[in-house]
């Protein structure tokens, strides 16, 4: 079984930075693909960026030039880098850690508001 601890949402204003942070306890981050998801009121949970073990990322059209995932395999901790924040930005982001089609997890998910 693998833990995922998020933090570092909050409100934020439009144009503004955060970054989010996810640790996980247990024995396969470094083989991990890890990974950030949002998901908004009404709307069904979407891929925001992508890390492999090797450091290769893939990140959403909509986050490009914005967002950037990074890794620490020393830490256990994936990170998300939020820049040139918008609106529709605005969800409720989750990390999730995939090591196999039966070492798949989540974690509890963090808020993240963008508003004046």
């Known amino acids: 079984q693998v833990q995922l601890v998020e933090s570092g949402g909050g409100l934020v204003q439009p144009g503004g930075s955060l970054r989010l942070s996810c640790a996980a306890a247990?024995?396969?981050?470094?083989?991990?693909?890890l990974g950030w998801y949002r998901q908004a009121p009404g709307k069904q949970r979407e891929l925001v960026a992508r890390i492999t073990n090797s450091g290769a990322t893939n990140y959403a059209d909509s986050v490009k030039g914005r967002f950037t995932i990074s890794r620490d395999n020393a830490k256990n901790t994936v990170y998300l880098q939020m820049s040139s924040l918008k609106p529709e930005d605005t969800a409720v982001y989750y990390c999730?850690?995939?090591?196999?089609?039966?070492?798949?997890?989540w974690g509890q998910g963090t808020q993240v508001t963008v508003s004046s």
């Open positions: 247990g024995n396969i981050f470094r083989i991990a693909v």
């Open positions: 999730n850690l995939k090591a196999s089609s039966w070492a798949d997890y």
